[in-house]
């Protein structure tokens, strides 16, 4: 399956076939409720604070030892446009050095942007600087640690965030009339309200948590009124974990991966989704 080039023509396509599939709605978007964990772009760019912890967390109803941003599982949303300037102040306050990487984003792998080799030292600070290009395609991205011998470790112990490029897809009449829910898988393991070292093997065959959460919690309850159209915005934050998603007696129409939007929609009965890997599916509420 192959991603879409983004231009007018792609979207026109995507709104017919949408159509076509029955996933008509009028051209009003859906209001979307404030959420104090997202920070949004005003005026072309956007200034972050975010710091690395290491503490007390709320996941799953509970309090754990784990690694964060903020102190929260998953980390801030951070919602951008093309062209936006980025500036984010990022603080390391973990036992250990850590840095950055902004999963999926066009932007430089070099200096002060996306660049894995940089190394920030416990306690020390570092000011991350890049611009969204104007063309970048709308799509749901992801930040989380990439330093060489502790990103699995790190991400395991919870440190992942969404990245949201909004765009042309976000403006399909269908897809903006939509509700739309963002769905972070994440696996934990938790013992004694802290996460156990891992054993060998999990070393060598990746680690799979007994504990499964969705934005930190377990099994959690969205609603989806009669005739309703519900836009799944999908991340799998596990460093090992494949997740199979289907839900009974509803197709999944997938409009989206981890390159953008496709061309059209494409009807499936079930999502296989790797670790890393993103996903937007419609979901028609009409049984």
């Known amino acids: 399956m192959t991603t879409a080039k983004h231009d007018r023509r792609t979207f026109l396509a995507m ?73 984010l102040r990022f603080s390391n306050n973990l036992p250990e050095p850590t840095n950055l990487h902004f999963h999926g984003l066009h932007v430089p792998p070099t200096g002060n942007a996306d660049n894995i080799f940089l190394e920030i030292p416990e306690g020390e600070r570092l000011t991350y600087r890049f611009k969204i290009p104007e063309n970048h395609p709308a799509g749901t991205f992801w930040y989380h640690p990439h330093l060489h011998g502790l990103v699995a470790k790190q991400v395991f112990l919870g440190m992942a965030g969404l990245f949201v490029v909004r765009g042309e897809l976000d403006e399909v009449p269908e897809v903006a009339a939509a509700r739309e829910q963002f769905a972070v898988l994440k696996d934990f393991e938790v ?68 390159g953008g939007a496709l061309a059209e929609p494409y009807e499936l009965d079930e999502l296989l989704l790797a670790p890393g890997e993103r996903a937007e599916v419609l979901v028609r509420g009409d049984r």
Request: proline share 9%; no cysteine.
């Open 15 to 87: 709104s017919a076939g949408l159509v076509g599939l029955g996933l008509g709605f009028p051209a009003r978007a859906q209001t979307r409720a404030p959420d104090a964990d997202v920070l949004v772009s005003r005026g072309g760019a956007i200034e972050v604070d975010l710091e690395a912890r290491f503490g007390p967390t709320r996941l799953a109803g509970r309090s754990a030892r784990l690694f964060s941003y903020g102190g929260r599982v998953p980390g801030p949303r951070i919602e951008v446009r093309p062209g936006d300037e980025v500036t």
């Open 191 to 258: 013992a004694g309200g802290r996460v156990p070292p891992p054993s060998p093997m999990e070393f060598v065959r990746g680690r799979e948590g007994s504990l499964v959460t969705v934005n930190g919690e377990v099994e959690p309850e969205w609603s989806l009124e009669q005739g309703g159209l519900l836009r799944l915005r999908l991340l799998n934050a596990s460093t090992a974990r494949f997740y199979r998603l289907k839900l009974e007696d509803h197709p999944l129409y997938l409009i989206a991966t981890d």
